[in-house]
């Protein structure tokens, strides 16, 4: 059980990673200077996915350091627990909160591997659920949209699904851009969750918060800490 599942997740990955390569990066991906341009208008809408403990900590952060930027934009929320929202609530209480969404975690800590696999599963479904129900928010609307993630593992999970719709949707890339921000803490190597995204090219920008990393890692950008 436990070869056929790693051999399993390597055929997927390699499967991700050849579909994103051949099919996102080469085709739909402005390569022009003025489509490039246009990524860095102010978006409209913001997804932000709030991890849980630490991970939501340095997302609360985040969007303290660039509130300026975000206020206005219409925000919907993806949380894995409840005192994560109720944090977010607390610090942010101008900010216009569009939708907000519980979402399961891909991963419990020190969990088998049998139990991650059905949790995984679990998150997905639960994840596509919510999409269809909210459709005209995820699928169809065609605003400037930011999607904010760090940390745990679902991260890896919304990469894939929100990458699928961006292809399914036929929406521009220029006006949906992903951005995955690894955790202040790593300083010297990626995090399981930042490896796949980084590797798998998940994300339309990789920011590290070392210039080292930055410098070991030449496909992400640093401005520093955030």
């Excluded at 994300?203 to 890692?217: A, H, L, N, P, R």
């Amino acid at each position: 059980m436990s070869d056929l599942y790693y051999v399993i997740s390597i055929i997927v990955m390699i499967s991700i990673f050849l579909l994103n390569i051949l099919i996102t990066r080469s085709v739909l991906q402005p390569t022009d200077k003025s489509q490039t341009r246009k990524n860095k208008t102010k978006p409209e809408k913001v997804i932000v996915y709030l991890g849980s403990g630490g991970h939501t900590g340095e997302m609360l952060k985040i969007l303290e350091t660039y509130e300026n930027t975000i206020k206005g934009s219409q925000l919907s929320i993806l949380y894995s627990d409840n005192n994560s929202l109720l944090r977010f609530e607390n610090q942010f209480k101008n900010f216009k909160i569009l939708t907000s969404h519980k979402i399961g975690k891909a991963r419990q800590v020190n969990s088998s591997k049998i139990s991650s696999v059905i949790s995984i599963f679990q998150t997905i479904v639960s994840i596509i659920k919510l999409f269809i129900q909210e459709r005209n928010i995820f699928l169809f609307n065609h605003k400037n949209t930011l999607l904010l993630l760090n940390g745990p593992g679902s991260c890896v999970l919304l990469s894939i699904l929100f990458q699928i719709i961006k292809l399914i949707t036929f929406k521009e890339y220029s006006k949906f851009k992903i951005i995955y921000i690894e955790s202040l803490a790593r300083c010297n190597s990626l995090s399981m969750t930042g490896f796949l995204i980084y590797y798998l090219k998940l994300s339309d920008e990789f920011i590290v918060q070392w210039q080292e990393m930055c410098i070991k890692y030449p496909y992400s950008k640093c401005y520093g800490i955030l």
